[in-house]
T-cell receptor, first 113, second 114 residues
Framework: DTAVSQTPKYLVTQMGNDKSIKCEQN?????MYWYKQDSKKFLKIMFS???????INETVPNRFSPKSPDKAHLNLHINSLELGDSAVYFC????????????FGPGTRLTVT | AQTVTQSQPEMSVQEAETVTLSCTYD???????LFWYKQPPSRQMILVIR??????QNATENRFSVNFQKAAKSFSLKISDSQLGDTAMYFC???????????FGQGTRLTINP
């Protein structure tokens, strides 16, 4: 009965590779987010989709491309991985017009070597 | 721009004690929501408590309660009868009514000692 799930939970890869992280929510929410948490634990929003439409696109390198096939899924593809991309990536979801709280997935720890 | 400040990078208390985590925010909005999230070592972000700015009554969830001072733009979290499982990073977050982005504070690392 997982509410927001992410796969994989751990990802170790080499510089220059391309990788994807997947997120799914079964809460019936219509808005999903990607956050990046750096080594100092600071959380920074990257993208947000509402009903498959991109509504937030922060200053993120073009190597990062989100895709939302439907409102329950939001994926993140990263091209040409760099050392600085190492972080924990969180997916979150909420219901627009609801209580404004966001529910987070378990996070994906990405390590680029 | 809205900002959220948590002035205590780290705190440590003994089990069963009461601890208060501070959070201040800066906004010109009148209607907004405030949250406390807990991130234990498992790294899962867990919603602890929420407060609507238009409600004067402070929110409570079991051992967790807040002291919301709208005029002072302060939103502290009190944990009563602290337990070892409360050891975690705690993040204060803010979002104006109708907005899309949660603004997070820098976090407070809380350690509960046996």
């Amino acid at each position: 009965d997982t509410a927001v799930s992410q796969t994989p939970k751990y990802l170790v890869t080499q510089m220059g590779n391309d990788k994807s992280i997947k997120c799914e929510q079964n809460l019936g929410h219509d808005t999903m987010y990607w956050y990046k948490q750096d080594s100092k634990k600071f959380l920074k929003i990257m993208f947000s989709y509402n009903n498959k439409e991109l509504i937030i696109n922060e200053t993120v390198p073009n190597r990062f491309s989100p895709k939302s096939p439907d409102k329950a899924h939001l994926n993140l593809h990263i091209n040409s991985l760099e050392l600085g991309d190492s972080a924990v990536y969180f997916c979150a979801s909420r219901l627009l017009g609801g209580g404004h709280e966001q529910y987070f997935g378990p996070g994906t720890r990405l390590t680029v070597t | 721009a809205q900002t959220v400040t948590q002035s205590q990078p780290e705190m440590s208390v003994q089990e069963a004690e009461t601890v208060t985590l501070s959070c201040t925010y800066d906004t010109s909005e009148n209607n907004y929501y405030l949250f406390w999230y807990k991130q234990p070592p498992s790294r899962q972000m867990i919603l602890v408590i929420r407060q609507e700015a238009y409600k004067q009554q402070n929110a409570t969830e079991n051992r967790f309660s807040v002291n919301f001072q709208k005029a002072a733009k302060s939103f502290s979290l009190k944990i009563s009868d602290s337990q070892l499982g409360d050891t975690a990073m705690y993040f204060c977050a803010f979002i104006p009514e109708g907005a899309q982005k949660l603004v997070f504070g820098q976090g407070t690392r809380l350690t509960i000692n046996p």
